[in-house]
């Protein structure tokens, strides 16, 4: 991991198309802005753990299906 120490109102790039700035600290709290291309998906953690862990149950759930399927026919 590369840990970076910024300030208000300062950027870091990431490759050639993703700025991440600084826009507010208040506090223990840290307000970002992120400019990326619409094609990079952005989200935070915890709903990009949700999404990734829905996807597989729907994964599990379809190949039980065809299992169920395959028993059955």
């Not at 307000?31 to 953690?45: C, F, H, L």
């Amino acid at each position: 991991m590369l840990a970076l120490t910024r300030k208000l109102n300062e950027s870091i790039m990431i490759g050639n198309d993703v700025e991440i700035s600084i826009l507010e600290i208040k506090g223990d709290q840290v307000k970002i802005g992120i400019s990326a291309p619409k094609s990079i998906p952005i989200y935070r953690k915890e709903i990009y753990i949700q999404i990734q862990e829905a996807n597989k149950e729907a994964i599990d759930s379809s190949a039980s299906m065809d299992v169920m399927k395959k028993l059955f026919h």
